[in-house]
Nanobody, 122 residues
Framework: QVQLVESGGGLVQAGGSLRLSCAAS????????MGWYRQAPGKQRELVAS???????NIADSVKGRFTISRDNAKNTVYLQMNSLKPEDTAVYYC????????????????WGQGTQVTVSS
């Protein structure tokens, strides 16, 4: 069984920082592209940032220069460092992995974490 476990959300004042973590658990051989999405009330879920297994990143324009995505392949964990937070960053943040292959050759696609709330007060 493979699952994604997120942590690090919370309440912060505008201008503050938070670091989100998402760990993929299970007997994992391969963990492909990992990313963070967010969904604010009444809005569609949107991509915030993604990172390939080789470390190439894609950052949404709305957070470029403020957010950084990174990963630790040995721990199958992806991080989102969020600096200079703004009230408009308030949302539920979801971790996503597009494909995981386990040591017993099972393949899982499009996995999502449970979501973690980030609230930025003005």
């Amino acid at each position: 069984q493979v699952q994604l476990v997120e942590s690090g959300g919370g309440l912060v004042q505008a201008g503050g920082s938070l670091r989100l973590s998402c760990a993929a658990s299970g007997s994992i051989l391969v963990c492909n592209n990992m990313g963070w999405y967010r969904q604010a009330p009444g809005k569609q879920r949107e991509l915030v940032a993604s990172i390939t297994g080789g470390g190439s990143t894609n950052i949404a324009d709305s957070v470029k220069g403020r957010f950084t995505i990174s990963r630790d392949n040995a721990k199958n964990t992806v991080y989102l460092q969020m600096n200079s937070l703004k009230p408009e960053d308030t949302a539920v943040y979801y971790c996503n992995v597009d494909r995981i292959v386990t040591y017993n050759s099972r393949s899982y696609r499009n996995l999502w974490g449970q979501g973690t709330q980030v609230t930025v007060s003005s």
